[in-house]
């Protein structure tokens, strides 16, 4: 997928360095990691069926707290946050075309796989420049728990400038839970990823 990113840059003739913001959430992050690999000129910040409802619960459960998910809808359409997801979780799936199968699994494995050593993660740094990384993470996240994120940011190089921010009870979808939050510190990134170009 990291392939096919960059193919699409070059075809958009985005090739100067530093000109592409490149931000990724859970598989994208995995993505925006090996986009590095290949290019360093780009900013970086189970199988058993179950019914519909229990996948579901499983999904939610896992990708969010339950504080937000108990929470009112934030957009008044449904009772609850964890209303909306599953509405927003079943029209998905009803996408027969966009949502396969085999493209499920295969994210998946690729989630499954993905691993960067401490000195893979140490050139990707040196490459991008770990003044312009920042690192997200809930503190209950169950997708990828917070010890996870808390080597991730260390291997990067926090102490030499890679921006780490957590939040407390708050789980793997930070750009739902903290949308304000989340885009303050996105636009914050990029702002200062700007200055230093």
């Not at 494995?109 to 690192?135: F, T």
């Not at 209950?140 to 917070?146: C, H, L, N, Y």
């Amino acid at each position: 997928m990291a392939k096919d990113t960059l193919e699409i840059i070059d075809s958009l003739d985005w090739k100067s360095a530093r000109q592409l913001h490149v931000v990724g959430v859970s598989m994208g992050g995995m993505i925006a990691q090996e986009l590095v690999g290949y290019s360093g000129n780009y900013y970086l910040v189970k199988t058993i069926p179950k019914s519909p409802d229990d996948q579901l619960n499983d999904v939610k459960d896992r990708m969010f707290s339950r504080s937000w998910l108990d929470a009112p809808d934030e957009y008044g359409e449904f009772p609850t946050n964890g209303d909306r997801f599953a509405a927003m979780e079943l029209k998905k799936r009803q996408d027969v075309e966009g949502f396969t199968r085999k493209g499920f699994i295969c994210q998946a494995i690729a989630a499954g796989w993905h691993h960067k050593s401490p000195e893979q993660l140490k050139e990707l740094a040196g490459k991008v420049g770990r003044e312009r990384i920042q690192v997200l993470h809930g503190t209950v996240d169950k997708m990828i728990t917070s010890p996870h994120g808390e080597t991730l940011a260390m291997e990067l190089g926090e102490k030499e400038g890679v921006t780490k921010i957590v939040v407390q009870g708050r789980g793997h979808v930070l750009h739902l839970e903290e949308l304000d939050m989340y885009n303050k510190a996105l636009e914050s990134m990029i702002e200062k990823a700007e200055r230093l170009a």
